[in-house]
């Protein structure tokens, strides 16, 4: 059963760059075709896709956070990560990592770490 | 991009059915079968209730039931049932090659 884990710091000062990590077990990430991405949502706000990747690198960004987000890929490790950088406290939120679906699906999520930005 | 546009709140009596809405343009739900519905318990991560605009995962009751026509999907849940009480969100695949959710739903079993 495929299963994914966020983790990383649950607080970052404002500006600063805020970095997560989702561990995958239960399958390869390299398997399939597959992309893996990362989803937040703020505090009793809706769902805003992050960005996602593909065990080849390949990433897809969303344009309103494009210039800010890097995601990346260890497949040796079976993890992906996310950094956000110039972190507000808009940035604020639950954030999920997911397996995305050949029609764009997202299944399954990880349980969600909160990262608050604040001094 | 711009969120998909969901109605704030929709109400209905056990039994009953109720049907979701949710607006996009033709970049991206009007131009792709790609449309997901996701429900979400309070503290709870989004659990997948149906993608490619209708397809059920294993485990989902039939209850639930999706649909698009032109630039509109639409969730439809029959038989209404205390547990259903959530919110809800869709997503569409995009012309720009990303991912846009909707505003969410608020389902209350009256």
């Known amino acids: 059963q495929l299963q994914l884990q966020e983790s990383g710091s649950g607080l970052v000062n404002p500006s600063q760059t805020l970095s997560l990590t989702c561990g995958v077990s239960g399958d390869s990430i390299s398997s399939g075709t597959y992309s893996w991405a990362w989803i937040r949502q703020p505090p009793g706000k809706g769902l805003e896709w992050i960005g996602d990747i593909y065990h080849s690198g390949t990433t897809y960004n969303n344009p309103s956070l494009k210039s800010r987000v890097t995601i990346s890929v260890d497949t040796s490790k079976n993890q992906f990560s996310l950094r956000l950088t110039s972190v507000t406290a808009a940035d604020t939120a639950v954030y999920y990592c997911a397996r995305g679906g050949p029609t764009g699906e997202f299944d399954p999520w990880g349980q969600g770490t909160l990262v608050a930005v604040s001094s | 991009q711009s969120a998909l546009t969901q109605p704030a709140s929709v109400s209905g009596s056990p039994g009953q059915s109720i049907t979701i809405s949710c607006t996009g343009t033709s970049s991206d739900i009007g131009s792709y079968n790609y449309v997901s519905w996701y429900q979400q318990h309070p503290g709870k991560a989004p659990k997948l209730l149906i993608y490619a605009v209708s397809d059920r995962p294993s485990g989902v009751p039939d209850r639930f039931s999706g649909s698009k026509s032109g630039n509109t999907a639409s969730l439809s849940i029959s038989g209404l049932q205390a547990e259903d009480e959530a919110d809800y969100y869709c997503?569409?695949?995009?012309?720009?090659?990303?991912?846009?959710f909707g505003s969410g739903t608020k389902v209350t079993v009256l």
């Open positions: 997503s569409s695949y995009t012309s720009q090659i990303t991912q846009v």
